[in-house]
């Protein structure tokens, strides 16, 4: 054997012994067959036993997969070159809200905070005064507090502070005296008023309406479920319930028992009071009442518009209802009628439907009616409407998205927020009279990242079908299209929902490494209109996934990356968009990531907003939609001795929207059934919840983790798994 023959064969052996080996087994414990009948049909639930999180075996299985976890994570290479914007010089400004006599609320954090907390200030430049502390709240107990929402009086006498604790969402909630600070002494338990409708104030600050959560053990079957909106009176003791509309008080309205019940006042001069029965649905039904019928003994509630008339928000002026709807208009239209007299499907049209792009936002002041108009989900414009006539206004900077804020129809007030993929959040005050913009930003926001190195592409792709889907691509100008770019491709595809234009830390800090950062606009989003959202809805939601894979192919097609450079991510309902590309094409991804993802949802009506779901993806009741539920279920359609890409899935387990076992169950699945030596890592965070209200470290070390395992799975050559890391 010469020297040369024997040199090559040591460095294939030196290579083969730090090749890192990620085939694991799972336990017998937490494997059972379980087998139904759906319908004529067997289903077979091999991991079934995880859904019990009461069992201490079973908790144990979801602690080893985090340490697991956290050992492979925390010795990646690499990792500490990415921070978050709270490790920045920025100051954080959220929840900016302002009262109709100009003082400006929002919460604040700095780098150094651990918590933000609210300040007031009178019109922009008054002085800066400190509202409330959350780390003084409950200081004796071991919790961290949260401010998720707050809501000044219309008189701005008084405030509503609402605290969580431990990313639980569901929260606590005070009263504070907005001159003194002073705390009254009543706390109100069991609320959600981030989520649910928020605090809606009286005409007279008397007292508010809120959502309150009889059961919030998430243990217990009725967890989330028979829902009431109450009046709380102020001053009085918040136990003893004054519930206004409910299942219970309201058997007329046919609720089921996982119904979000609201009632709304949308200004202190209103003459009406809506009511509506919420839940995971772009639409609702709405009724209506006079405000004078308030302390009627039982209220009669007239029906305003059903569901199928598609409205998804209005605003009223006097006994004018003005309304936005996507009946017989997809890319919807803004229409007027009399609420003496309301009628819904005759209504005077305002503006009409525009076939090329959506109305994204529309409000009303003393000097008309304004509105926004997006097309595809990342180009947006400002409409003025006035006696008549409909004229754009030029805004001062391009803008992906725009958002509208007003005190109402009795004041000039218009404020103008722009968001783009290069822009940072900017607040505007526009003058209609002189048609000025005059910037209004709290604190000017920060950033290390040069915007004007960075490219942004609009294209769109043919997906399976021939429907061209808005792709958008954001990279450094330097980028070349060699065919060996790290991709982190972004979709979503639920709910209406639209992947909107905004600057944040994770996509900067993967470009800023030379990747580039891919946004599907997805069917069963909201980019394109009403019927958009309906093709990748129930039975057309295989579109959701097939349009991310024709977006997968494009980038490779195009030259922009191959299938060993792209890692796919998404979060919450989007787990069935990143859970079927996977499954379905396992071949075109490197790496998946995946948030506190829904991932088997055969079994989504046994979660806590289950029901709510239904409205979204369909019920297992029903024998064609047991059918749409299976196919979109990325639990079953792992396959035994498939390859399939590395994984990074997380929980939450205060999750109250996605429990811990539907990504645990898709972890041990895939765990026994890939043939390919690639890691899965499940993070079980065991005091998060869906991550709305997470800390800015908790925030921090997720970027981290998301961002490190990306580049260290494609292929990256600064992020490397350390030697010596047990990874089996």
């Known amino acids: 054997m010469t020297k040369k023959v024997l040199g090559i064969i040591c460095i294939i052996l030196v290579s083969c012994s730090k090749e890192h080996s990620f085939q694991r087994t799972v336990p017998a414990n937490i494997h059972n067959n379980t087998a139904e009948t759906y319908h004529g049909k067997e289903i077979v639930d091999m ?20 340490k697991y976890a956290q050992s492979i994570l925390k010795n990646i290479t690499g990792r500490e070159l990415f921070h ?27 780098a150094k905070e651990a918590t933000a907390k609210l300040y007031c200030r009178y019109k922009l430049k008054g002085e800066e005064i400190l509202i409330f502390n959350p780390e003084n709240y409950q200081s004796t107990s071991n919790n961290t507090y949260y401010i998720n929402y707050f809501n000044p009086s219309w008189d701005n006498s008084k405030i509503v502070i609402s605290l969580s604790k431990d990313d639980e969402e569901i929260s606590e909630m005070i009263i504070l005296d907005t001159k003194t600070k002073k705390k009254h002494p009543q706390v109100i338990q069991n609320a959600w008023p981030a989520a649910l409708g928020g605090i ?12 309150y959560l009889p059961e919030t053990n998430r243990d217990s079957d009725t967890y989330l479920k028979n829902v009431e909106t109450v009046l709380y009176k102020i001053g009085s003791n918040p136990k003893k319930r004054n519930v206004y509309f409910s299942k219970k008080n309201n058997p007329e309205m046919q609720m089921n028992s996982g119904d979000f019940p609201e009632i709304i006042l949308q200004n202190p001069t209103d003459t009406y009071l809506f009511s509506n029965v919420s839940g995971a649905s772009a639409y609702y039904e709405y009724y209506f009442t006079e405000y004078d019928n308030l302390y009627d003994k039982k209220i009669s509630w007239k029906p ?20 936005v709807t996507a009946r017989n208009a997809s890319n919807f239209k803004i229409c007027k009628t009399s609420l003496k007299n309301p009628d819904i499907r005759n209504p005077e049209v305002l503006v009409v439907e525009d076939p090329k792009a959506t109305i994204s936002d529309f409000v009303i002041t003393k000097q008309g009616l304004f509105f926004v108009k997006t097309k595809n989900g990342v180009s947006s414009k400002l409409y003025h409407l006035q006696d008549g006539k409909t004229e754009e206004i030029p805004i001062p900077k391009p803008a992906g998205a725009i958002y509208l804020l007003t005190k109402g129809a009795d004041y000039d007030d218009l404020w103008v927020e722009i968001n783009g993929w290069t822009t940072n959040e900017v607040r505007y005050k526009y003058n209609s009279i002189d048609k000025t913009f005059v910037e209004e930003n709290l604190y000017p926001k920060k950033t290390s990242t040069n915007y004007d190195d960075i490219i942004v592409e609009e294209v769109e792709v043919p997906s399976h079908d021939g429907e061209l889907i808005p792709l958008s691509l954001i990279y450094h ?21 639209s992947l909107t234009p905004a600057v944040n830390p994770l996509m900067m800090q993967w470009i800023d490494k030379g990747g580039i950062y891919a946004v599907t606009h997805v069917r069963g989003g909201g980019e394109k209109g009403d019927a958009w959202h309906k093709a990748g809805f129930k039975k057309t939601k295989p579109n959701t996934w097939k349009d991310f894979i024709a977006c997968t192919e494009y980038l490779i097609d195009q030259n922009y990356t191959n299938p060993k450079k792209i890692a796919a991510w998404s979060s919450s309902a989007g787990g069935i968009l990143i859970g079927r590309a996977i499954t379905e094409r396992p071949d075109l991804y490197a790496a998946a990531i995946v948030r506190v993802g829904q991932l088997n949802t055969l079994r989504s009506e046994n979660t806590p907003n289950g029901l709510n779901g239904i409205k979204e993806y369909g019920t297992i009741k029903d024998p064609k939609e047991f059918e749409y539920l299976l196919e979109m279920d990325a639990y079953h359609h792992i396959k035994k001795g498939e390859e399939y890409p590395a994984l990074l899935l997380t929980a939450g387990m205060n999750d109250t929207r ?25 993070n079980v965070d065991f005091k998060s919840g869906h991550g709305f209200d997470a800390s800015a470290e908790k925030r921090s070390a997720e970027l981290q983790d998301m961002l490190s395992f990306a580049f260290w799975q494609t292929g990256h050559k600064d992020f490397t798994l350390k030697e010596n890391t047990r990874t089996n």
């Open 47 to 66: 991991f079934r036993p995880l859904e019990n999180m009461k069992d201490s075996t079973i908790l144990n299985w979801y602690k080893n997969e985090t």
């Open 84 to 110: 978050s914007e709270a490790n920045e010089s920025n100051i954080q400004i959220s929840r900016f809200t302002f009262t109709n006599d100009d003082h400006y609320y929002y919460l604040k954090k700095s």
């Open 200 to 211: 809606r104030w009286l005409k007279d600050d008397s007292g508010f309406f809120y959502e």
């Open 304 to 323: 305003l518009f059903k569901q199928e008339d598609k409205i998804p928000f209005f605003h009223v002026v006097g006994d004018e209802l003005y309304f």
């Open 477 to 497: 100008k330097d980028t070349q299209k060699d065919g060996n770019n790290h991709v982190l491709m972004r979709g979503y595809g639920t709910y209406a929902f």
């Open 658 to 682: 996605v429990p811990a076992w539907q990504p645990g169950k898709f972890t041990a699945k895939m765990i026994e059934a890939n043939a390919s030596n690639k890691p899965i890592v499940f």
